[in-house]
């Protein structure tokens, strides 16, 4: 039965949850400086359907470029020095939103909370929130994953993000699967084209707007490991897991600046439990 206030209730405006005023700045005007003497100091290429990692130190930028077609990829990142340290998406998209940009950061989780990375440049920042609700390099979704995918269909797909991101951290961290795989975590989906149903709140994807040349860049606050998978859903507009639509490599690029970064690396929460 519908309350006789429904429409009042219905009506009251919405609060911020976490106002992001008082977050510590970017500073982006110091790292385009670091950055315009940067020299690039390595690369990854990631194939499509699998994935890598790469490391980069505190202080050094690294880029994902799309190469040679419209590719979406899942991005992990981890402290080197502690990789159960790692990204907290849950906690990124509440204080910047379901979508990241320039300026925005990647927060790790509880206790450390610090910047992990920050977004320096963003080509497709021009493409903002389209008539559905779309945007790119969202925070909401997970990382296409087998146990979801069984779940659904009943089927084993073993492509899928998830896999390629355990697999490639027992490459890079020498560790069995059972002790690689708790590590994987919910990511930053990188080029994705994502929102929600305006009608039944459903997560949804479209084709991604980017083309080749593209790229998402970020400035490492700490020692990072990364991984990304070239998702098996390519550009992500139609299938999610799967090995008929066609896919792309992503290109990983890292740049060590001419000198150190006048900026000192972020300090682990500062909170104290009584």
Request: proline fraction near 9%; glycine fraction near 10%.
């Amino acid at each position: 039965m519908i309350p006789l206030d429904a429409v009042a209730r219905r009506a009251i405006k919405p609060v911020i949850c976490y106002p992001n005023e008082t977050l510590p700045d970017p500073d982006l005007a110091t790292l385009a400086r670091a950055r315009a003497g940067a020299r690039k100091s390595g690369e990854c290429l990631v194939p499509p359907r699998a994935g890598r990692c790469f490391r980069v130190p505190a202080g050094h930028f690294f880029r994902i470029t799309s190469v040679e077609g419209p590719q979406v990829g899942d991005l992990d990142i981890w402290s080197a020095a502690d990789p159960t340290e790692r990204l907290y998406s849950g906690k990124t998209r509440a204080l910047h939103g379901t979508h990241l940009t320039r300026g925005d950061r990647l927060w790790s989780n509880f206790p450390h909370l610090r910047p992990l990375a920050t977004i320096t440049e963003d080509t497709l920042e021009w493409y903002g929130i389209d008539e559905f609700g779309g945007s790119v390099h969202d925070v909401i979704g997970t990382r296409c994953d087998p146990y979801t995918h069984h779940l659904l269909s009943g089927q084993d797909y073993h492509h899928c993000c998830h896999n390629n991101l355990t697999y490639a951290l027992i490459e890079e961290l020498g560790l069995p699967r059972d002790q690689a795989e708790p590590l994987v975590h919910d990511v930053l989906n990188v080029f994705m084209c994502t929102g929600f149903t305006r009608d039944t709140g459903q997560y949804f994807m479209k084709a991604s707007p980017v083309r080749p040349g593209d790229y998402l860049e970020m400035f490492a606050e700490i020692d990072l490991i990364g991984g990304l998978s070239a998702c098996p859903g390519g550009d992500c507009g139609s299938e999610h897991s799967s090995d008929t639509v066609t896919c792309y490599p992503l290109l990983v690029e890292i740049f060590a600046p001419a000198g150190p970064v006048a900026r000192p690396e972020p300090a682990p929460n500062g909170y104290r439990w009584p």
